[in-house]
């Protein structure tokens, strides 16, 4: 059932757009509004729309113009307003089709079909959260604050983006197995749940509107996430041999560094704040989201600890668990190190206060540059060590730690995958673009 | 003995009050099923999801009360709140919680446009029966029926 809710159709030739781009970026949406029923029995139909909450408050909630009336169009806020949260939309926009982009590469791969059906259909849901930022852009005019880009240009700029040129890192790295996609959906996306409900407060009204749908429809996508590991845990207990928590941890490792990026720089988000478009400033939120990953992993080592001693009550085994987590020793073969860990919020970080630090996910300091590699390499998974990502981190590492760059030159020089043009992702060539530290580019790769 | 005098919150239910909710049927039931709340929890996440409540006191779940928000079943055409499941902790009861978690679904029925809320009882379950008496369910003129197959 839903709330009160406005469904909103993108003009015609967007719509058609958006559907063209999922033809080419997520080819079995049609399958899974063909089996929606069978996997999502009863539940209200998938729609391709924006939805507005309706009904929600029109004053002002937080920052400078506390208690005014929440502003309609760009033109009614200042133009630093307008412009950043243009780029807020924009953001958001890239992060959406991005993950698109990166779930579909592996989602054949889910062990049962169930799992599949779930990951396709938060897929589905991250095309709408797209469609709604689309909406965003195109009901109003940014023009005086996107220097002169028409909303045309954003959309097609958007929809001609692939895996290496959106706006936040996380969205950059591809998936190299099933596991990805369910430990995304419970890393990331529940960043996404954080961005959204600081966003419930935006001065910008239409923005605060889109968000309790996409709200309400995340909840999910954590869901899909959070229950396959804690089944994968359970497995993992009973020796099942291609279930491992050392696999989940490997994701955990790749995903929950960037995640605490997605937050901005921990020093930043005041900005926002006096703007009134969150809540909350870069470092409550990503804490409280660190906090709320600790809760997530000590929930799924409960579901092992139970699964590999069935005779445990739940006491005892929040007992053992405790133990294990002060002593890092064993309990009855059962080592600290076979349960899942949640990374230090300074281990394998590029971009904040911790950016190029060497920190173990225990929290364990690294001097040598060469030793800390290894480490990295032996916990993070085969793919993903092999990947130009890793190789770029790695020189960008070295340069810091021989005193070639600093670490804010090292962060500037980590490459973005730029888009040359082209509104089709089946006719367009991308490029690697490395941003030099004052702002020039210098191409380094075509593909 | 648990402290119980702390402050409890009411809240909506997420993916990662599902340990608490075993743990509450565990302790009721003296039966750990972790598969069927994941099924549970997933269905009411993705079906009316901010409809379904917990209690919380001290970052650990109490309490819990699932339900969702439902028309066009057994011919009720207007929407109405269904409530399927829910359970206090033992070390809990007695303190409104029961009520207050009642309370918060029903808020969000309303606001889905639901005018009633319907369960269903096992007679037989005196305390259950008690509770949902006490928080105003009545009779309805739609009565669950049987036969055995
Ligand atoms: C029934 C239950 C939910 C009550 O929870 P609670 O938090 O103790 O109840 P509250 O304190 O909110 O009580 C609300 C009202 O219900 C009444 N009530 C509570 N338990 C009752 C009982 N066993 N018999 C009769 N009335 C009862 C209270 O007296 C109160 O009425 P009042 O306001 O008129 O005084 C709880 O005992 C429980 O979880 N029971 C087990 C349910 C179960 O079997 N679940 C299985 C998993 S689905």
Redesign the pocket.
């Given at each position: 059932m839903a709330l009160k809710v406005e469904n909103v159709e993108l003009p015609k030739k967007y719509h058609d757009a958006v559907e063209h781009w999922h033809r080419h970026n997520f080819k079995d949406y049609d399958l899974l509004l063909k089996y929606w029923d069978k996997y999502f029995p009863k539940d209200d139909q998938f729609c391709l729309c924006a939805k507005m909450e309706l009904g929600t408050t029109d004053v002002i909630q937080i920052g400078e113009q506390k208690g005014e009336k929440k502003r309609l169009k760009p033109e009614e806020m200042t133009p630093e307003q307008s412009g950043h949260l243009l780029a807020i939309i924009k953001a958001q926009a890239s992060t959406e089709f991005g993950s698109i982009q990166q779930h579909a590469a592996t989602v054949d791969r889910a062990p049962e079909d169930e799992d599949k059906f779930w990951t396709m259909r938060v897929m589905a849901e991250e095309l709408r959260h797209g469609y709604q930022m689309l909406h965003l852009l195109l009901s109003e005019d940014w023009s005086s604050v996107s220097g002169g880009v028409t909303g045309e240009q954003m959309v097609e700029e958007i929809l001609s983006m692939t895996t290496g040129s959106h706006v936040l890192d996380a969205f950059n790295l591809d998936y190299d197995s099933y596991t990805d996609n369910v430990v995304f959906a419970a890393c990331i996306d529940r960043v996404g749940k954080y961005q959204l409900t600081m966003q419930k407060v935006c001065a910008y009204k239409p923005m605060a509107d889109s968000m309790p749908p996409m709200l309400r429809e995340e909840a999910f996508h954590l869901a899909a996430g959070v229950i396959p590991m804690r089944r994968w845990a359970q497995k993992a207990a009973k020796g099942d041999v291609f279930v491992t928590m050392r696999m989940m941890q490997h994701a955990l490792n790749k995903w929950v560094p960037r995640g605490l990026e997605m937050f901005g720089d921990e020093r930043g988000g005041d900005t926002n704040v006096n703007f009134g478009f969150k809540d909350m400033k870069n470092d409550e939120a990503s804490s409280l989201y660190h906090e709320e990953l600790r809760k997530m992993i000590r929930d799924i080592n409960t579901r092992y600890i139970r699964a590999r001693f069935p005779d445990y009550t739940p006491e005892k085994t929040e007992q053992v668990l405790d133990e294990l987590e002060r002593s890092r020793g064993t309990h009855h073969g059962l080592a600290w190190t076979d349960l899942l860990r949640l990374p230090d919020k300074r281990f394998f970080r590029r971009k904040g206060v911790h950016a190029f630090q060497m920190v173990g996910i225990d929290g364990e300091p690294f001097t040598d540059v060469e030793d800390w590699l290894r480490y990295l390499a032996a916990n993070l998974n085969d793919g993903y060590i092999a990947s130009r990502d890793m190789k770029l981190y790695a020189e960008a590492l070295r340069s810091v730690v021989s005193g070639e760059k600093t670490p804010a030159e090292a962060i500037k020089s980590m490459p973005r995958l730029k888009r040359v043009g082209g509104t089709c992702p089946c006719s367009k060539g991308v490029r690697w673009v490395m941003e030099d530290a004052d702002g020039g580019q210098t191409t380094v790769a075509v593909r | 003995m648990p402290d119980v005098t702390t402050d409890v919150r009411i809240r909506p239910l997420d993916e990662l009050d599902l340990n608490g909710i075993v743990r509450i049927?565990e302790k009721?039931?003296g039966a750990y099923e972790p598969d069927l709340w994941e099924k549970r929890v997933m269905f009411y996440t993705r079906r009316d999801p901010g409809a379904s409540q917990v209690a919380e006191a001290n970052g650990k779940v109490v309490?819990f009360m699932l339900g969702d928000c439902r028309a066009g079943e057994f011919g009720l055409e207007e929407p109405s709140g269904w409530i399927e499941?829910?359970?206090?902790d033992p070390d809990y009861?007695?303190?409104?919680?029961?009520?207050r978690l009642f309370d918060a679904i029903c808020a969000h029925f309303k606001a889905e446009g639901a005018t009633s809320v319907r369960t269903l009882v096992d007679q037989n379950d005196?305390?259950?029966a008690?509770?949902l008496k006490?928080?105003g369910f009545g009779e309805s003129s739609l009565a669950a029926l049987e036969r055995k197959l």
């Open positions: - | 049927n009721i039931t309490g499941r829910f359970g206090i009861r007695g303190q409104d919680l029961g009520r005196a305390p259950v008690g509770f006490a928080i």
